[in-house]
Structure formats: structure tokens, C-alpha cells
């Protein structure tokens, strides 16, 4: 069965830096690239970003070029996202997912992480 | 860029309706269209790809069609357990990007 299982909720202050976890479990870790979706409180999905777990090449949205960071490691199957100079308008869900089918949709989800950004 | 506009933002709708949600494309795209379901505080479920192709599991009274600019999902019946929000989302081969609609919040009437 595979599993994305996201590390817990966090409580940010403005200016510094969130790193989240998502370990899979269920498929090769390699064989998938990594996503990561970000969803502001009553707003809409909006795709960050991704990394391929195969060789470490990253895409990410032009907004947040610059201060998204998503990484793989192969020894513990855990995607990680980082999220740097956070402001409020970064308080969202965070989720990764992946496309074990066709590469083009996310059919498999984690839990989400919820990160507030207040001071 | 390829811009996604979804529409109706919202509907409301009785049991055993059809209801229609359609994604625009600003220019031609390829069948690279998928739908998602998110209910209330849940995760996304994936429920069509590949424009018509409906994913395991999924009842069959949801359906995608569509083609160049124009895509739309279908839920043939409208169920109550059918309350959620709808996205529809694009990927983009050169650069590679996913990109969703702005969302349907589908209602009970």
C-alpha cells in the first residue's frame, strides 16, 4: 500500500525558515518524482514545485523561486520541503504527492502539514 | 503562459442531477487535463486523468471529456456524498509545471 505520511503542523514566525518531511513507503522512492502543493486557508491547490528522487533535479514555480527548497533522500525515502523568509501569506497546508500512474496527475497523497506564520 | 479558467466557481444542484464543471484552456493544450475531488478538511482524490480516463476506484458516474481548449467533468447523478470542491489541473511539458483550476464548490440544493 503506499503511504505518504508528512511530519506535524508548525508555528512559524515571520522571516524564518519551515522544513517539512514526507516519508513514502509502498513503491521505490526513485521511481517517482515528488510534488509539493501548497493550499492557503480557504483558498485553492497551487503546485510549488518538484524533485526526482532519481538524480536530485528540482522544478519550481516562479513564485517561489528563491526561497523553496525540496529535497530527496534515497537512504530514508523522505522528500523534504523547505520554505524560507516565511510571511503570512505563507500559512497554508502544505502536502507532497506523486504520480505512481501517468506523470501528469497526483495519485497519491500525504496528509498535509499545516504551517502557521504569525508573530 | 497557459492560463486555466474554471467555471462555474460555484454551483448548487438536487440529488440525481446532472452537473457539468468545465476548465479552459487560453490556448490549445494537449490531453494532459486532470480532475480532482477535495471534501471538506480532506485530501484530494484524484478522479479522472488523462482528460477522460477515470481513475481505480472511482464511481462511474463521474466522467471527463474534452479536447484542445475545452474540458469538462461530468457527475451523470449528483450524489449527496458528491459535496466538494472540483479542480481541475494541467501539466505542462516545456517547462514542466502542474497547474489547477480555481476550484468548483459543489452544494445540495
Known amino acids: 500500500e503506499v503511504q505518504l505520511v508528512q511530519s506535524g503542523a508548525e508555528v512559524k514566525k515571520p522571516g524564518t525558515t519551515v522544513k517539512i518531511s514526507c516519508k513514502v513507503s509502498g513503491y521505490t522512492f526513485t521511481d517517482y518524482y515528488m510534488h509539493w502543493v501548497q493550499q492557503a486557508p480557504g483558498k485553492g491547490l497551487e503546485w510549488m514545485g518538484f524533485?526526482?528522487?532519481?538524480?536530485?533535479?528540482?522544478e519550481y514555480l516562479e513564485k517561489f523561486q528563491g526561497r523553496v527548497t525540496i529535497i530527496a533522500d534515497t537512504s530514508t525515502d523522505t522528500a523534504y520541503m523547505e520554505l524560507s523568509s516565511l510571511r503570512s501569506e505563507d500559512t497554508a497546508v502544505y502536502y507532497c504527492?506523486?504520480?505512481?500512474?501517468?506523470?501528469?496527475?497526483?495519485?497519491?497523497w500525504g496528509q498535509g502539514t499545516l504551517v502557521t506564520v504569525s508573530s | 503562459d497557459i492560463q486555466m479558467t474554471q467555471s462555474p466557481s460555484s454551483l448548487s444542484a438536487s440529488v440525481g442531477d446532472r452537473v457539468t464543471i468545465t476548465c479552459r484552456a487560453s490556448q490549445g493544450i494537449n490531453n494532459y487535463l486532470a480532475w480532482y475531488q477535495q471534501k471538506p478538511g480532506k485530501v484530494p482524490k484524484l478522479l479522472i486523468y488523462?482528460?477522460?480516463t477515470l481513475q481505480s476506484g472511482v464511481p462511474s458516474r463521474f466522467s471527463g471529456s474534452g479536447s484542445g481548449t475545452d474540458f469538462t467533468l461530468t457527475i451523470s447523478s449528483l450524489q449527496p456524498e458528491d459535496v466538494a470542491t472540483y479542480y481541475c489541473?494541467?501539466?505542462?511539458?516545456?517547462?514542466?509545471?502542474?497547474?489547477f483550476g480555481q476550484g468548483t464548490k459543489v452544494e445540495i440544493k
Open positions: 504527492a506523486t504520480a505512481t500512474g501517468n506523470p501528469d496527475s497526483f495519485d497519491y
Open positions: 524533485v526526482d528522487p532519481e538524480d536530485g533535479e528540482t
Open positions: 489541473q494541467y501539466y505542462n511539458s516545456a517547462p514542466r509545471t502542474w497547474t
Open positions: 488523462t482528460a477522460s
